[in-house]
């Protein structure tokens, strides 16, 4: 088993729509929990980092984890064509390694 | 938040030469640095962990001889790809991790042998 599991996509959604990435693992030593986002031929870049569970809100972005279902998810309101990318879940321990879900393709449709 | 600044972007090389890509925290100081490959299409590949100070631990069936780190400095780690063969041709990425705000990554190198 993966240490991350994320669905792959392709997933494509008209714009304005509510975008809804989700990620589950198996490690319930992780802590720290990091949404990125990348386009393509660039590198990742840090959307929205987390620690433990909760919520937490930036603009049209919301992530939240369930550590008690070693579950997480990232919310996209509003969704415009530019958020169309590849999105990343990564996690860590309290050690320095971190762990990917292999991405999510989003197309957002003008 | 936090910058990690990789160079070059893109570098065309001959087979048989080697080629230095630089990774540099810009306003943190990163005691370990990460190097990843990404084919298209798919995920990050850690190859290696660069710990400043010490030799890099490589992942299994990375060739350490072929892919030399330094880390030599609290905001610079380099990736060599000796040797380079048009099979070493893919995109490198470093990240280096900020304590408290998570890991960051550089821009990406695109490397192509011919």
């Known amino acids: 088993q993966k240490e991350v599991e994320q669905d792959p996509g392709p997933l494509s959604v008209p714009e304005g729509a509510i975008v809804s990435l989700n990620c589950t693992y198996s490690?319930?030593?992780?802590?720290?929990f990091m949404w990125y986002r990348q386009y393509s031929r660039k590198g990742p870049e840090l959307l929205m980092y987390?620690?433990?569970?909760g919520n937490k809100e930036d603009g049209r972005f919301t992530a939240q984890v369930d550590k008690s279902s070693k579950y997480i998810s990232l919310f996209i309101r509003d969704s415009q064509p530019s958020d169309s990318a590849t999105y990343l879940c990564?996690?860590?321990?309290?050690?320095?390694?971190?762990?990917f879900g292999t991405g999510t393709s989003l197309t957002v449709i003008p | 938040g936090a910058v990690v600044s990789q160079h070059p972007s893109r570098v065309i090389c001959k087979s048989g030469t080697s080629v230095k890509i630089e990774c540099r925290s810009l306003d943190f100081q990163a005691t370990t640095m990460f190097w990843y490959r990404q084919f298209p299409k798919q995920s990050l590949m850690l190859m290696a962990t660069s710990n400043e100070g010490s030799k890099a631990t490589y992942e299994q069936g990375v060739e350490k001889d072929k892919f030399l780190i330094n880390h030599a400095s609290l905001t610079l780690s380099t990736l060599t790809v000796t040797s380079a063969h048009p099979e070493d041709s893919s995109f490198y990425i470093c990240?280096?991790?900020?304590?408290?705000?998570?890991?960051?990554f550089g821009q990406g190198t695109r490397l192509t042998v011919v």
């Open positions: 490690n319930s030593a992780f802590q720290y």
């Open positions: 990564a996690m860590s321990g309290t050690g320095n390694q971190f762990y």
């Open positions: 990240s280096a991790r900020d304590q408290g705000k998570g890991a960051f």
């Open positions: 987390t620690y433990s569970s």
